[in-house]
């Protein structure tokens, strides 16, 4: 009842308050003619009573104001009376609005939208799992430097020490072999785990049942599928319970499913199938794995006991970390590092921050370009407020309520640029596209990332505070002033110095926007020229195939034999212009560089090759069939190629990159030299002979120069995993069907598996064309918003200068001179705005230098074009208006004023 | 405005007033002014400053409901009078001020 009385009356006072209004006037006019009836009553002449009544009843208007003031919502409605007002006066400033809407919009969209992603993918706690709050990773260190893993023993030794921890789970993932009758054989990504993984994360099946401890401690050959697998390839049918499948050739009892969403405890890599980590050796050719504390195979991750901080379990199991040391000693400095989280190492981390850090500061600097920008304008416009507000201030407006009113245009500002940023974060982040290349996550983690609200509120909150601050900076400025002084000099300032601030703050922005653009287009220009360097061969139709010759058991000379069957039926097929078989295909990141010594000087055994008296240099060691030089069209440049009769029972020979053959004999023939690898814990190696010099060729990453290496024919050099590298005819690459076809025809047992050279590459080149495609972008915009927002700023400037103008062109100045005059002037400001971007540019270059390799000067011309895009906006921004101005007659510009 | 020459009135007092004046019969506001003057034995004047907003104040809190009426000397005017909320409050605020009256004279008189 009072509530409905009270939105009544909220009615009232918003929507009917012209009736409201009515009734107020016509009650108080109802009392003054009932107060004047009153003394007509006790005798006065009505002249008088009606005299007397309204002296008594005082100021009517006072009367109504404080009655207004009782109203419900009658807050409410001045507010929303000032704001029509407010927006009348930004009307009249349509420029200034659109430009710091924009500027703020873009600035706060940006920065929204980029942290949001680095939030949803840096941050991303593990999905499906309960609470992943209380989750702990464990990393073993040596010296602080992380180690792979933990072997089974210590594992099991820590589960058992732990009081910290409520629960210890061990798991790694690898890539194994499906076959389960339906459809084709595939590698997928199969992830062991200890029997009490699922329930250390909280994890409940979507059926049947998922690993338990009973599965672990009785090696139990069980899999446990993920959801997407089982809705994929068995259509979500419980029946598949129970059912075996085959791992890595091993037949293994489905036991359950595990909920949607859950990709097991790495976020890098989302598993399809989870085994119990105990059956293992029956999986992989690797003997006495569990019970061999050098057999680091598993990540752990912890569920810290109810209200345990993460340093209580720091400090306790660093203390276990010594008491494993010394129990079973494993050199020094062992250590164990322990994050809160899980899903990520901590190098896949640093790894996975890189492109978004460099965004981060990017966007961060755009941010504050927007704000700056907007700063900027703000400053022009009090500058040229300072009259109205003083003449408002000296008609008797409180200077409380002019406060308030520039406070609501700032916040007004603010929050349509709000708006606008939203939208554009919005707009970014639901393009699951954009939010994947820049979080550069694996697609079945489900990136769907909402907008992070605290993330807004604090681009929001700077770009509101840049906003306000600078609204009212100047306003208080003009406030503490004597209106008479301010109005005396706004009249008579016509021809003053004027806004030297004004001017240093054009000149900063010129400034910061170069340094900005510089290093945008000198990044950029870096990316494109490493995507489009000579990798020193011709990728165009060359495949690599991976053959998994351990999961079909064949023994060493079982592959020999395979590899040999290869080769022949290549050479048979018309479509393969070349066949090789090589340890590496570049691009091979894998690949770790060796020592390689001039024969004599390697280090004798026991010595480390780091410490061999003469020194040796350190090269990639690809094992290579003959045919391989070809394949790769990699030209021999002096020498000869492998030929089929290297083989173990001739002399060992060897092939060496241009590179090694100057970093071993330096402007010396290599050919006829020997070369030697370190010895190390085993026997003294027999020498290699230098037969021959490759071209060079970037083996491991695209972006590097590229390395010495030490080519070796695979004949001589058995045991080696060896990829078959296959160049089509006339730069088509062979289908992968074809070359899984002629190994089934070879042998059935073993799974191949095949990529084109290309698409290597490309998967090594997509961060640095994202990342590149990104700073693209980020330069364009930052470009957009210093144009514009440098335009606004000094157009503002020479509007200004209207009267100056007229006076000077009442004295006599030509309109030509008057626009000469004001260019020559903005150019000076963006001359010196220029050479101080300069300088600072050199120094961010610097900065930029240890970011990315290959950074130079001689990218400059980014930055030229940022100078001549500087320089033309500011003639434009300078023209226009000084031409307009420079048209007016002086009589009107200075009455106008 | 408030004459003060004798007794200050307590904040809060004057919404208590009002609705006393105006749990006899319906009022206009220089009626409201009269009987608060009448039951305070000229204590309390209430001018129109104060009068009004507080009248607005008590009508959309929905303690006081309006309507037109023609005064003794036929002049239209806006009367006002309790509602039943208006009535709750009266009595609740009495009681109340009753209490804190005891109160504060036991307090006061105690030695």
């Not at chain 1, 009734?23 to 009392?31: C, G, I, Q, V």
């Not at chain 2, 008590?58 to 309507?67: F, V």
Request: overall charge positive; hydrophobic content about 50%.
């Amino acid at each position: 009842m009072r509530a409905l009385a009270i939105l009544r009356s909220l009615w009232l006072t918003l929507v009917r308050r012209e009736r409201l209004e009515q009734s107020l006037d016509e009650e108080l006019r109802a009392y003054v003619d009932l107060l004047a009836a009153e003394y007509e009553a006790a005798g006065m002449d009505p002249a008088q009573a009606r005299r007397r009544a309204l002296i008594e009843t005082g100021g009517i208007e006072q009367v109504k104001e404080a009655t207004r003031d009782a109203w419900i919502g009658h807050g409410v409605a001045t507010l929303a009376r000032e704001i029509r007002f407010t927006l009348r006066g930004l009307r009249r400033a349509p420029m200034f609005c659109i430009v710091a809407v924009a500027v703020l919009g873009i600035g706060i969209g940006g920065a929204a939208a980029i942290f949001t992603v680095i939030k949803g993918s840096l941050l991303r706690p593990l999905p499906a799992v309960t609470d992943p709050a209380t989750l702990v990773s464990l990393e073993p260190t040596r010296g602080g430097a992380s180690l792979y893993g933990f072997s089974y023993l210590d594992y099991r030794d820590l589960r058992e020490q732990t009081t910290t921890l409520s629960g210890l789970a061990g798991y790694d993932g690898t890539s194994m072999t499906l076959d389960d009758g339906r459809g084709p054989r595939r590698p997928a990504w199969v992830s062991y785990v200890t029997g009490d993984f699922f329930s250390v994360l909280g994890v409940r099946p979507a059926a049947g049942r998922l690993i338990q401890p009973s599965d672990e401690e009785e090696a139990n050959p069980v899999v446990v599928l993920a959801y997407d697998l089982w809705q994929e390839r068995y259509g979500g049918d419980p029946g598949v319970i129970g059912a075996t499948i085959r791992v890595a050739g091993q037949p293994l009892t489905v036991i359950g499913v595990a909920p949607p969403g859950f990709i097991g405890a790495m976020l890098m890599y989302p598993m399809e199938l989870w085994i119990p980590a105990t059956i293992l050796p029956t999986l992989a050719p690797m003997p006495g794995m569990m019970d061999d504390r050098g057999a680091a195979f598993l990540r752990l991750v912890g569920r810290l006991g109810p209200g345990v901080s993460v340093a209580r379990a720091r400090q306790e199991l660093s203390l276990l970390a010594e008491r494993l040391a010394a129990e079973h000693p494993r050199g020094e400095g062992y250590g164990i590092r322990v994050f809160p989280g899980a899903g990520m190492t901590v190098e896949e981390r640093a790894a996975l921050a890189r492109l978004p850090r460099l965004l981060a500061v990017a966007v961060g600097i755009l941010l504050l370009i927007a704000c700056a920008n907007v700063a900027n304008l703000s400053l022009v416009r009090a500058e040229a407020r300072r009259r109205e507000l003083a003449t408002r201030l000296a008609l008797g407006a409180s200077r409380r309520s002019l406060f308030g009113r520039l406070l609501l245009e700032g916040a007004i500002l603010a929050g349509a640029g709000a708006l606008l940023g939203v939208g554009l974060a919005r707009l970014v982040v639901g393009s699951s596209s954009v939010v994947g290349t820049i979080a550069g996550m694996p697609e079945r983690v489900g990136l769907d990332i909402a907008l992070d609200a605290r993330v807004l509120l604090v681009a929001l909150g700077v770009s509101a505070f840049t906003a306000l601050a600078v609204s009212i900076a100047p306003a208080v400025h003009v406030l503490r002033m004597p209106p008479a002084t301010v109005l005396r000099d706004g009249g008579a300032g016509a021809v003053r110095r004027r806004g030297f601030g004004q001017r240093v703050l054009v000149v900063a922005q010129i400034a910061a926007s170069l340094v900005l653009l510089a290093s945008a287009a000198i990044v950029l220009n870096t990316f494109r020229r490493a995507l489009a360097t000579d990798p020193g061969f011709d990728p165009r139709g060359l495949t690599a195939t991976a053959a998994d010759l351990a999961e079909a058991k064949l023994d060493s000379a079982e592959a020999v034999a395979y590899w040999r069957a290869w080769l022949q039926r290549a050479a048979e097929e018309p479509a393969i212009a070349g066949a090789a078989l090589a340890s590496v295909v570049p691009p091979a990141p894998w690949s770790s560089p060796r020592w390689i010594f001039r024969t004599g000087e390697e280090p004798p055994p026991g010595v480390r090759p780091e410490e061999a008296p003469a020194g040796g240099v350190r090269a990639h060691f690809a094992v290579v069939s003959p045919g391989f030089f070809d394949a790769m069209n990699l030209p021999i440049v002096v020498g000869r190629d492998f030929r089929e009769d290297d083989d173990e029972d001739a002399a060992p020979v060897a092939v060496v990159s241009r590179r090694l053959a100057a970093a071993l004999w330096p402007g010396e023939n290599p050919l006829g030299r020997l070369i030697s690898l370190p010895a190390g814990d085993g026997p003294r190696r027999p020498p290699m002979l230098v037969v021959g010099v490759a071209d060079d060729v970037r083996l491991a990453s695209i972006f590097d120069d590229p390395p010495p290496v030490a080519y070796v024919p695979a004949a001589q050099h058995p045991g080696h995993r060896l990829l078959l590298l296959v160049r089509g005819r006339e730069g088509r690459a062979v289908p992968e069907v074809t070359l899984r076809a002629m190994g089934e025809a070879i042998d059935a047992r073993v799974s191949t598996y095949t990529r084109t050279v290309s698409e290597l590459i490309d998967a090594q080149t997509r961060p640095q064309r994202v990342a590149s495609a990104w700073i693209g972008a980020f330069g364009a915009i930052a470009l957009l918003l210093a144009a514009v927002g440098l335009y606004g700023v000094v157009a503002q400037g020479v509007v200004q200068r209207t009267r100056e103008l007229a006076v000077r062109s009442a004295l006599g100045a030509t309109p030509a001179g008057l626009v000469s005059l004001v260019i020559s002037q903005g150019m000076r400001m963006a001359a010196i705005g220029a050479v101080i971007g300069a300088a600072a540019g050199a120094a961010a270059l610097r900065a930029l230098q240890t970011q990315f390799a290959g950074v130079s000067l001689a990218d400059a011309r980014g930055a030229v074009i940022a100078v001549v895009v500087v320089g033309v906006v500011m003639a434009a921004a300078c023209y226009v208006p000084a031409r307009r101005a420079a048209r007016l007659s002086p009589a009107v510009a200075l009455r106008a004023d | 405005m408030v004459d003060q020459n004798e007794t200050p009135l307590l904040p809060g007092t004057l919404d208590l007033l009002i609705l006393k004046a105006l749990s006899l019969q319906p009022l206009h506001g220089l009626g409201v002014s009269r009987r608060i003057e009448q039951i305070t034995k000229g204590a309390y004047r209430i001018g129109p400053g104060s009068l009004f907003p507080a009248l607005h104040r008590l009508e959309q809190r929905g303690l006081l409901a309006s309507s037109e009426g023609e005064s003794e000397n036929k002049r239209r005017a806006k009367y006002y009078r309790l509602t039943a909320a208006g009535r709750r409050q009266l009595e609740q605020e009495t009681r109340t001020w009753m209490r804190v009256v005891d109160v504060m004279r036991l307090a006061l008189e105690a030695t």
